[in-house]
Antibody, heavy 118, light 112 residues
Framework: QVHLVQSGAEVKKPGASVKVSCKAS????????IHWVRQAPGQGLEWMGW????????IYAQKFQDRVTLTRDTSITTAYMELSSLRSDDTAVYYC???????????WGQGTLVTVSS | DVVMTQSPLSLPVTLGQPASISCRSS???????????LSWFQQRPGQPPRLLIY???DRFSGVPDRFSGSGAGTDFTLKISRVEPEDVGVYYC?????????FGPGTKVDIK
């Protein structure tokens, strides 16, 4: 079955960077896009971007264009989201999700809490 | 960016009764390929979101048939035919027609 396992919680200082991993299993890794979505405490969902694991080509939401980098390593079926120049309002749970055949995020990781605090 | 709105934002429901959530987009969600990429998600407390419906009305694998989606263009609806206790949570619509994909603000469903 499809399974996405994310790396553990992180605490970072303002201005630092964080890299979250998303280990995929149970399907052909290069066959489906990986979305990244975040959720600030008590808030709604915010789409950050997605990556085509086959080509490695990402598409970013403009809001994050200058600070986010999506990559993948097909040899270990893992996707990564790196966010730089962290601010306190980047404190959130970050989710990866594999797309359904239609493209919608269908299979979600458990989430990674990133806390930005001085 | 396409702005998604939902109503109501809070929905107290009676067990066994129907419930309905509306979602509107600021632009038509019809893609150049002819499909409309409007999805619905359920998020229970402390859990990741769960895909319920995609392309307006297609139920995702394992989703009970009491959940249904409808609509076209800019107006969409999620219906629960008979609310069960496990349906408590926040429901989000999302458009994945146009980049950046965007979510609605969420509708909190709880039991009266």
């Amino acid at each position: 079955q499809v399974h996405l396992v994310q790396s553990g919680a992180e605490v970072k200082k303002p201005g630092a960077s964080v890299k979250v991993s998303c280990k995929a299993s149970g399907y052909s890794f290069t066959g489906y896009y990986i979305h990244w979505v975040r959720q600030a405490p008590g808030q709604g969902l915010e789409w950050m971007g997605w990556i085509n694991p086959s080509s490695g080509g990402p598409i970013y939401a403009q809001k994050f264009q200058d600070r986010v980098t999506l990559t993948r390593d097909t040899s270990i079926t893992t996707a990564y989201m790196e966010l730089s120049s962290l601010r306190s309002d980047d404190t959130a749970v970050y989710y990866c999700a594999r797309s359904a055949s239609s493209g919608a995020p269908a299979y979600w990781g458990q989430g990674t809490l990133v806390t930005v605090s001085s | 960016d396409v702005v998604m709105t939902q109503s109501p934002l809070s929905l107290p429901v009676t067990l066994g009764q129907p419930a309905s959530i509306s979602c509107r987009s600021s632009q038509s969600l019809v893609h150049s390929d002819g499909n409309t990429y409007l999805s619905w998600f359920q998020q229970r407390p402390g859990q990741p979101p769960r895909l319920l419906i995609y392309k307006i009305s297609d139920r995702f694998s394992g989703v009970p048939d009491r959940f249904s989606g409808s609509g076209a263009g800019t107006d969409f609806t999620l219906k629960i035919s008979r609310v069960e206790p496990e349906d408590v949570g926040v429901y989000y619509c999302m458009q994945d027609t146009q980049f950046p994909f965007t979510f609605g603000p969420g509708t909190k469903v709880d039991i009266k």
